[in-house]
């Protein structure tokens, strides 16, 4: 279950600005929800190290849960990213590969980044391969560094029957202490995972969706 005293991945969904995409209150949840974080760190000393050892690696965080709250997988593993943009889409890309080993095809996934330049990208893609009658709103601009990565999302995103990603800031993301300190956090990647579908029941409670203005200007 989630954990004690933090919100669930579909709360924070349900609560956050999807850009380009308005939330549709019926379907709108998802059947899995995916938070992303990575991390970079230039040589020098690790803050988050007690001994204060010198480092020059950041980190990828994950989190997967599905609709009713239940954990799928934690992961925070230690990665050499060349910048912080990189290491975001990295993350995200880790994350769409390990759900895709655990869920149906079809499957109805939420991703909560904290980048918004991915985030639009993700859901430009979305808008430009899913059948939409909207033309994306912008065209989708990736760091070169991030090599085949971007691909790799590309093909996730288009694998699943449904996916939309939410803009969230980086001290409400759980993925983001996994990310920023692996060392501290290796033990996550030794639970015991699911792999089925939540029980979803119908609802014809009408949610506004959340303002795209509430979306923040800035990169984390």
């Not at 391969?129 to 909207?134: E, L």
């Amino acid at each position: 279950m989630a954990a004690y005293g933090r919100p669930t991945l579909r709360d924070l969904f349900d609560e956050s600005p999807t850009p380009h995409i308005a939330h549709p209150p019926r379907s709108h949840h998802r059947d899995f929800y995916i938070a992303t974080d990575g991390s970079f760190r230039q040589h020098g000393i690790d803050p988050v190290a007690s001994d204060g050892r010198p480092t020059e690696r950041g980190g990828l965080g994950v989190v997967v849960e599905t609709l009713d709250g239940e954990r799928v997988v934690r992961l925070s593993v230690p990665d050499s990213a060349p910048d912080n943009n990189v290491a975001e889409y990295r993350a995200l890309h880790l994350g769409l590969d390990v759900l895709a080993t655990r869920a149906p095809a079809d499957a109805r996934v939420g991703l909560l980044i904290d980048h918004d330049q991915l985030a639009e990208n993700v859901n430009a893609e979305v808008l430009a391969t899913h059948g939409s009658a909207y033309d994306p709103p912008h065209s989708v601009s990736v760091p070169p560094a991030t090599g085949l990565h971007w691909r790799g999302i590309q093909a996730r995103v288009n694998s699943f029957g449904e996916v939309r990603a939410a803009r969230i800031s980086s001290d409400r993301n759980p993925a983001h202490p996994l990310a920023n300190a692996p060392d501290q956090y290796a033990h996550v990647n030794g639970e015991p995972d699911r792999c089925v579908l939540p029980q979803t029941t119908s609802t014809d409670k009408r949610v506004p969706p959340p303002s795209r203005s509430e979306r923040g200007g800035a990169s984390d």
